[in-house]
């Protein structure tokens, strides 16, 4: 199949090193602590936060840092053919894992010992790269909870299709069996600390690959990063208001 | 709580310390350098697809089996494979009995990703009847021992058990050709899988802000801020990538992790595939055992004739044995002199490379060297009248009917000539192969 | 009967009887761990070798990874937790130690020493009842400090009750002979198996800890002959 026509033009119209219109809202679920829905064209999911709180199951509490937990799940609706999922499939136990870790790379857990966080991420539209658009949802809504955090975790993933490397997959470049590089990096620090790959891809191919994520990566956080500073603006002028 | 402290298993403050320090002079605890691995051994179970793989402490068991299964929707003309993981409680004291926890999860999936991702095993070949009967192969790993690093011992105890498995050789009949016939091992030889190529796990373990290791032990890992498991092969293909979270890393360490990587792939490559074709020849031999006393020849006297039988053998059809690797690997010193005979039974018209891409040429090897052994004691109950007619011994054999070849073979044919026998075998099997693989297309 | 002395340094397993005591009425005995009398059978309940010091004690001599508290062994436990009036030490025995705050060369109120979870304490077991937490002190019995307390730096190992003993025997044991000809290294063995060792230099440390792990099941010879290799290859 043909994923990359003649003139350059992606089966979604895009060009190979475009991304998919990014739109973030913050505060969407108003009993959770933080919270954030983040869209990557037509991949939406939402993020919930709950904490630093007393840590529910005693002994899982640390003395030095805070227990972070995170569950990913994917809404019945959100993928092409309805399907009732289980909810501890090995896939979503494994995005759950490495959502978790990813996110404990940029929380300064040891500044909140004894204490749990936790994060919920639910994909309402799938349509490839779930996964980075959780990590940016959960940074939004970790950020909006007010947990203090090293960076802004940003993630994006790249692809490599008829010898092309593409930026931000969706569902059928996804699926299509070649590349698929997800990074997560810590754009200030400017350090990789998700990478997942599969798919046979030679070495000096990936790093090109793996850059072009990078850089979709700092294309994310400069968005998240105006997002933000609209959001505490707001915040400012209420305050104001209220005073 | 006070019970749940008792159960797990934890770590020193001057532990952690130092092997933080020690990194610091590029020193790890067990005397290993940065990049060095522990020692790797790998064996194989008496049955084939089985095989356990000891990483220093780690201690793992891999079991392939196969299924016949409904293919997938969409795809319906592919065999699947998958991977599952049972970490025992016996093997780590934060190991738990019953739903897989998150890591075992985690292993399961880098190992799947790696291989089936990269269209290590050929799936296409495990079709039987588009859309109705696909192959199943399932890899099971049972963590034995958690000594760390559980990724790449994984990964290997997979490789070698996949490498050695074999699937029952099946048959289409019936009126509607869609009929199909299992044939039990005992009747058809069976059929090894088709890897194209190997991916090796490498896993680097990040500690303190700047220090990385390869094949960290359970100390390391309890010790270290990030991990990242790079799967490539010999080629130095990228065929899988985790590192879920954790520290983060600069995108020039992840390069350099990736070249270090690719030469230890080699090394352990090399190593996989010297043990598998030595468990390949091994069990060909097996199959002399197994057959030599259905002739209810003495053992021993058949033993040495056949040994010498074999040596003239060698002598004489140097043009088809297989060039006698050096590469055998020490360890099967004591062997060595059987493998050598041995290998002059199996000398087929190609090298002796199971990993090429030809269709099964390990496959025909194997059955040549069951062959082969059936072959012995015959010659040794008609020593007499050596090469009665070789045309005899040759039809059967060239003929379309290889289904009750080894076993008829054993039968009917008990007249068969000495040392034509083996080299003839060669030739129609040959035929028979591709004969075969034509007939398969064309159903 | 006879039986006495063919079991004496002998291997013996659980269920065997190596005493007879209708026989031996005229004397007191003294039974260790291992060993349990039954009328006037005394079985063996665990695996090992039966020692038998004059004049009358009886032991089982076995080597284990878990350790069971005895009173009076000095220990190397892990600070797990801290209480008001005790630390929780483990001990890798069946139960958590507790290690009383003021257990500590003039320990009072106001000077309750602070150790993060994850410590090293080299310390002796003062009570040890089946049932209750074994208690630790960080005193001897004079209530002076005596080497017992924190150890700083370093690198503990665990290994065997046997390999601890090897270790304290006297004469010293040829592993630690033999390194300490060459390598300044200070060493602190807990009879529950846990061993600590530091030195100057790292790869010392290294050379050492591994020279001892890998001792616990080689001849006096074989230590001997595996210790120099080991300083050959160093240096």
């Not at chain 1, 569950?71 to 136990?93: H, L, P, V």
């Amino acid at each position: 199949m043909e994923y990359v026509n003649p003139e350059g033009l992606r089966l979604d119209g895009r060009r190979p090193m475009e991304m998919r219109q990014l739109r973030a809202e913050i505060g969407v679920v108003s009993r959770a602590d933080g919270s954030a829905s983040f869209e990557m064209g037509n991949t939406k999911v939402i993020a919930a936060v709950y904490g630093p709180r007393e840590v529910q199951n005693r002994s899982q509490q640390m003395n030095d840092q805070a227990l972070v937990r995170c569950e990913y799940s994917m809404a019945n609706f959100s993928t092409g053919d309805r399907r009732r999922k289980t909810k501890g499939d090995r896939r979503s136990t494994e995005i759950s894992l490495v959502i978790r870790q990813t996110m404990e790379a940029c929380i300064l857990t040891h500044l909140m010992p004894r204490s749990q966080i936790d994060i919920y991420v639910q994909v309402l539209q799938a349509d490839g790269g779930t996964r980075s658009a959780c990590i940016n949802a959960a940074t939004l809504a970790l950020a909006d909870a007010g947990i203090p955090m090293r960076d802004l975790v940003t993630s994006c993933s790249a692809g490599y299709l008829n010898s092309t490397p593409l930026l931000d997959l969706n569902y059928l470049e996804d699926s299509a069996g070649g590349a698929d590089v997800t990074v997560g990096i810590l754009p200030k620090l400017d350090k990789v600390t998700l990478l997942q790959m599969d798919a046979k891809l030679p070495m000096d191919i990936f790093e090109n690959v793996m850059q072009l994520a990078v850089e979709g990566c700092k294309a994310v956080e400069s968005h998240i990063r105006e997002i933000l500073l609209e959001n505490a603006q707001t915040l400012v002028i209420r305050q104001g208001y209220g005073s | 709580m006070e019970q749940r402290l008792g159960n797990t298993w934890r770590m020193t403050v001057n532990e952690k310390k130092f092997i933080e320090s020690a990194l610091e002079s590029e020193l790890r605890v067990d005397g290993r350098r940065p990049f060095d691995y522990r020692a790797l051994t790998i064996k194989f179970g008496r049955e084939d697809g089985s095989s356990e793989v000891q990483l220093g402490q780690t201690h793992i068991m891999s079991f392939v089996t196969s299924q016949l299964v409904q293919p997938y929707r969409d795809r319906p003309n592919e065999g699947t494979l998958s991977v599952f993981t049972e970490f025992s409680p016996m093997a780590d004291p934060s190991f738990e009995a019953g739903r897989p926890s998150e890591s075992a999860v985690e292993l399961g999936r880098i190992i799947d990703r790696g291989l089936r991702e990269s269209r290590a095993v050929d799936t296409e070949s495990l079709c039987v009847v588009a859309g109705k009967w696909v192959w199943s192969i399932r890899i099971d790993l049972h963590i034995l021992d958690n000594g760390g690093n559980l990724v790449d011992a994984a990964n290997i105890a997979a490789l070698a058990a996949l490498l050695t498995f074999r699937r029952p050789e099946c048959t289409l009949g019936g009126d509607d050709g869609q009929e199909v016939t299992l044939h039990p091992p005992e009747v058809r030889e069976p059929l090894p899988l088709i890897v194209h190529h190997l991916p090796i796990a490498v896993t680097f373990a990040f500690i303190g802000d700047e220090h990385m290791v390869i094949d960290p032990t359970h100390h390391e890992e309890a010790v270290m801020g990030g991990r990242m498991s790079v799967t490539l092969n010999a080629n130095g293909d990228v065929c899988a990538i985790q590192k879920a979270g954790g520290h983060g890393v600069m995108q020039s360490v992840v390069m350099q992790c990736l070249r270090i990587a690719s030469v230890k792939a080699g090394d352990i490559t090399s190593k996989i595939k010297t043990v598998v074709e030595s468990y390949k020849t091994d069990r060909a031999l097996r199959m002399v055992k197994r057959h030599a006393p259905i002739n209810a020849v003495d053992v021993n006297e058949s033993g040495g004739k056949a040994k010498q039988i074999l040596e003239g053998q060698k002598l004489k059809s140097e043009e088809c044995s297989v060039s006698q690797s050096d590469d055998m690997d020490v360890e099967q010193g004591r062997i060595n002199k059987r493998t050598d005979k041995n290998r002059s039974f199996t000398g087929g018209p190609s090298s002796w490379d199971p990993y090429s891409e030809g269709v099964n040429t390990d496959e025909l090897k194997a059955t040549l060297a069951s062959r082969g052994s059936v072959a012995v004691p015959m010659n040794l109950d008609n020593l007499g009248d050596t090469i009665r007619d070789e045309t005899k011994s040759d039809e059967p054999l060239s003929d379309v009917n290889p289904v009750s070849s080894s076993t008829d073979s054993a039968g009917k044919e008990m007249a068969t000539s000495k040392e034509k026998t083996l080299q003839d075998a060669v030739k129609p099997k040959n035929k028979r192969k591709k004969k075969k693989s034509s007939n398969t297309a064309a159903v | 009967m006879g039986s006495k002395p063919c079991f004496i340094d002998k291997l013996v397993v659980p269920g065997d009887v190596v005493l007879d005591l209708s026989s031996m009425t005229n004397q007191t005995i003294k039974l260790g761990g291992g060993l349990q009398q039954d009328h006037d059978a005394v079985t063996v309940v665990k695996a090992g070798i039966l020692r038998f010091s004059k004049p009358s004690k009886y032991w089982i001599e076995s080597s284990h990874k878990r350790y069971i508290p005895t009173v009076g062994d000095a220990v190397l436990g892990i600070v797990v937790d801290k209480r008001a009036d005790s630390f929780y030490v483990d001990i890798k025995g069946p139960m958590m130690a507790f290690l009383p705050v003021l257990a500590f060369e003039g320990g009072n109120r106001r000077n309750i020493p602070k150790f993060e979870v994850g410590t090293l304490i080299y310390t002796r077991i003062v009570k040890a009842n089946p049932g209750i937490n074994p208690e630790l002190s960080c005193m001897d019995a004079s209530g002076k400090a005596a080497e017992f307390g924190p150890l700083k730096d370093g690198y503990m190992f665990e290994s065997s009750t046997g390999l601890s003993r090897m270790l304290l025997s006297s004469p010293t044991c040829p592993v630690l002979e033999g390194l300490g000809k060459k390598l300044a290294f200070e060493i602190a063995v807990g009879l529950n198996g846990r061993v600590w060792v530091n030195a100057e230099h790292k790869s010392s440390i290294i050379l050492a800890a591994n020279a001892i792990m890998n001792s616990e099941s080689l001849t006096p010879v074989q230590q001997k002959i595996m210790v120099e290799r080991l300083l050959d290859r160093v240096n």
